[in-house]
């Protein structure tokens, strides 16, 4: 596993993350805890270990992450993958509102971070931004509060990077295809 996915996986006790957002939808939207969440919320509180079962299609949407980053570290060395962000604004006492964005580029000359989170999917693009809003919501409510640290005349983009595997036999072989990539 990869430094940045364990220091992930180390952030599932304690902390609530971008891949939590729904979760936090749901309680917002339905005013209690939905028994879907028991399980991560013990995970949150130190009750239940996290275990984590990386299948063919997981280890294949980390080496498309990987491959779209090489790719762009080549064109500008300053983007950083996975950054660790807490929220000042959104943590309490008993846990930390935390964002592991994909890839982060804080562009001086613009005052804009650019923030990136990749998806390889089988559904189409607006599928996948449908399923993943809550996430992206979440990465762009750090990204704001980030901006507001550095400066008023900071900005903050938030992009969902969307790699289509639809029609892949065998995500073993598969070559990266910059054809099956989108980012808006």
């Known amino acids: 596993m990869k430094d940045y996915k364990q220091e992930i996986e180390q952030?599932?006790?304690?902390c609530l993350?971008?891949?939590?957002?729904?979760?936090?939808?749901?309680?917002a939207t339905l005013g209690n805890v939905p028994k879907s969440?028991?399980?991560?919320?013990?995970?949150?509180?130190?009750?239940?270990?996290?275990?984590?079962?990386?299948?063919?299609?997981?280890?294949?949407?980390?080496?498309?992450?990987n491959e779209i980053f090489d790719f762009l570290k080549v064109k500008n060395n300053?983007?950083?993958?996975?950054?660790?962000?807490?929220?000042?604004?959104?943590?309490?006492?008993?846990?930390?509102?935390?964002?592991?964005?994909?890839f982060v580029y804080e562009d001086?000359?613009?005052?804009?971070?650019?923030?990136?989170?990749?998806?390889?999917?089988?559904y189409d693009f607006n599928q996948v931004r449908q399923e993943y809003k809550c996430q992206l919501y979440w990465h762009y409510q750090f990204a704001n509060e980030l901006a507001k640290e550095k400066g008023?005349?900071?900005k903050h983009k938030v992009y969902l990077v969307h790699y289509l595997?639809?029609?892949?036999?065998?995500?073993?072989?598969?070559?990266?295809?910059?054809?099956?990539?989108?980012?808006?």
């Open 11 to 14: 952030t599932r006790v304690g």
């Open 17 to 27: 993350g971008s891949s939590d957002a729904r979760l936090v939808a749901q309680i």
């Open 37 to 65: 969440a028991y399980e991560r919320l013990a995970v949150l509180k130190g009750l239940k270990e996290h275990v984590s079962y990386p299948n063919a299609a997981m280890r294949f949407g980390d080496m498309i992450e």
């Open 78 to 102: 300053d983007y950083v993958s996975n950054p660790l962000w807490e929220s000042k604004k959104y943590s309490r006492s008993n846990f930390r509102a935390i964002s592991h964005p994909d």
């Open 108 to 122: 001086e000359s613009k005052k804009t971070i650019f923030v990136y989170e990749v998806k390889a999917s089988k």
């Open 152 to 154: 008023k005349n900071w």
């Open 165 to 184: 595997t639809a029609g892949i036999e065998d995500f073993d072989t598969h070559e990266f295809d910059t054809n099956r990539l989108v980012v808006k």
